[in-house]
């Protein structure tokens, strides 16, 4: 089945450096891939993504590239903002499972002044 | 207006009770779902609807019913609430002519706690 395992966190950053937050995954077919950011208090709402091998999903600064033969779609931001802070989650959809959005974990960030 | 409204944002109810949370949605999607968020466990899907009349479980189904009234309004229910049921839920919907590479609209979330 589709499975999604994102890095550990919390993760906890001082203002102005540079983030990583790991995906990889585990799909049947050719999925597409999704960042979503949940800011406290908030929904989900969806932050980037990218629907075929190689391609790269950006957005406020945020970027990550779909890697086929890693099967990894890794969150980069080469300056982050407190006003970053806020839990990140890696999905997949494969469309063959009618639509369903398969969730990591979920990755917390904390950004001190 | 939200473009996906859930209600109510907060409730406190106890062990036993029967409570319903809603949805409605503006963005004319056909599809909608309901997922649980648990800290550490990201969202699990409870149930999900293609339209009105196809109405599916979804990984952990058990405790829940739901009612999909209009292509607009999704109701989650809760028969005998349990205090394992305590978290965060959300309803979300897509629209099946994007295909995969369609993302989700999420509301803003109900907050549920079981006594």
């Known amino acids: 089945g589709n499975s999604v395992t994102q890095m550990e966190g919390p993760v906890t950053l001082s203002e102005e450096a540079f983030l990583t937050i790991n995906c990889t995954y585990t799909a049947t077919g050719y999925p597409s891939l999704f960042w979503y950011v949940q800011y406290p208090g908030e929904g989900l709402q969806l932050l980037l993504k990218?629907?075929?091998?190689?391609d790269k999903g950006s957005n406020k600064g945020f970027e990550a590239t779909y890697r086929k033969e890693t099967t990894s779609f890794h969150l980069e931001k080469g300056s982050v903002q407190v006003s970053d802070s806020a839990v990140y989650f890696c999905?997949?959809?494969?469309?063959?499972?009618?639509?369903?959005?398969?969730f990591g974990q979920g990755t917390i960030l904390t950004v001190h002044p | 207006d939200a473009d996906v409204t859930q209600t109510p944002r907060n409730r406190i109810t106890k062990t036993g009770k029967r409570i319903m949370l809603e949805c409605s949605q503006t963005k004319g999607h056909d599809r909608m779902y309901w997922y649980r968020q648990d800290p550490g466990l990201g969202l699990r899907l409870i149930y999900y609807s293609f339209d009105v009349k196809d109405i599916n479980k979804g990984e952990i189904s058990d405790g829940y019913s739901v009612s999909r009234q209009a292509q607009a309004k999704f109701s989650l229910s809760l028969e005998s609430a349990i205090p394992n049921q305590t978290a965060l839920y959300f309803c979300?919907?897509?629209?099946?002519?994007?295909?995969?590479?369609?993302?989700?609209?999420f509301g803003s979330g109900t907050r549920l706690t079981v006594v």
């Open positions: 999905a997949l959809n494969t469309g063959t499972s009618y639509g369903k959005l398969t």
């Open positions: 979300a919907t897509s629209d099946s002519s994007g295909g995969s590479s369609y993302g989700y609209t």
């Open positions: 990218a629907t075929k091998a190689d």
